[in-house]
Nanobody
């Protein structure tokens, strides 16, 4: 099986920064696209940023310039650097990875459990 574990969330003041991490472990043969999504209470889960295996990225239009996604393929880890945070960035942040497993060589999307980011003074 495959497990994704996020870390790095917390409480931050408006204008502050946070760096989220998400590490995958388990029966991993390869990982394709990695991404971050977020979900505020009562809202749908929206894409924040995604990154391909060769480093191509795309972002939610409203977040360009403040958020940066990166990945470490050797560590099966994806990062999200968030800066100039605003109260409206408050949400539960999830990572997602497209993983091919070693056991069955099937490819599926896997989600982490989420990490809370709260932006408040």
């Amino acid at each position: 099986q495959v497990q994704l574990v996020e870390s790095g969330g917390g409480l931050v003041q408006p204008g502050g920064s946070l760096r989220l991490s998400c590490a995958a472990s388990g029966s991993i043969f390869s990982i394709g696209v990695m991404g971050w999504y977020r979900q505020a209470p009562g809202e749908q889960r929206d894409m924040v940023a995604r990154i391909t295996t060769d480093g191509n990225t795309n972002y939610a239009e409203s977040l360009k310039g403040r958020f940066t996604i990166s990945r470490d393929n050797a560590q099966n880890t994806v990062y999200l650097q968030m800066s100039s945070l605003k109260p409206e960035d408050t949400a539960l942040y999830f990572c997602r990875m497209v993983v091919t497993t070693t056991t069955t060589r099937t490819t599926s999307g896997y989600w982490g459990q989420g990490t809370q980011v709260t932006v408040s003074s």
